[in-house]
């Protein structure tokens, strides 16, 4: 075999391999599992020893209506609709945790712990200008009022 050929594998060694791999996947599966079941038990043993402060549900959870009118309010485009989200947000209990989360994922848009995303980044408070701002024109001096020296073939 030169050093161009592929390396040729039999059927029964691409099964074995396919196989090893899935049993990898589902021991890291397993792993990860197991580490979360600690995680959350830890979790759990602060909690019900006080070490941890469990807060209320999400004000955004308690809009009524449906998921599409919890969409509505804090995707929206309406200036009005984005100023209620943020008060919305502005009492909730999990406003830190929430902003931070959205954060780390960079958001791409919508309103995430009182604050508005755009592109992964908190948008500022700036009051929009308009679409054509008016621009006042400066008056301008005549040219001849304008000092002229004699040595440039002016009158003195």
């Known amino acids: 075999m030169t050093a161009m050929e592929p390396e040729a594998f039999t059927r029964d060694e691409l099964i074995a391999s396919r196989d090893a791999d899935a049993e990898a996947k589902r021991e890291l599966w ?4 197991k580490k979360e ?10 909690v019900q020893g006080g070490e941890v402060l ?3 549900p999400a004000a955004c959870t308690q ?3 449906d998921r599409a009118a919890r969409v509505r309010v ?3 485009q309406d200036r009005k ?8 947000c502005a009492g909730c209990p999990r406003r830190e945790s929430c902003l931070e989360g959205a954060l780390e994922r960079r958001e791409p848009w919508g309103v995430w712990g009182g604050e508005l995303f755009r592109n992964g980044h908190v948008l500022t408070n700036r009051k929009r200008r308009s ?8 008056p301008i001096s005549p040219v001849n009022t304008l000092p002229v020296e004699p040595h440039f073939g002016g009158s003195t």
Request: zero cysteines; glycine letters at 6%; proline letters at 0%.
């Open 74 to 76: 804090f995707f929206s």
């Open 54 to 56: 469990v807060v209320g």
């Open 37 to 46: 079941q600690v995680r959350r038990q830890a979790l759990l043993r602060q």
């Open 30 to 33: 397993e792993i990860a599992r």
């Open 81 to 88: 609709v984005i100023d209620q989200a943020k008060a919305i």
């Open 63 to 65: 809009i009524s209506g």
């Open 131 to 138: 679409r054509h701002q008016q621009v006042r024109a400066q």
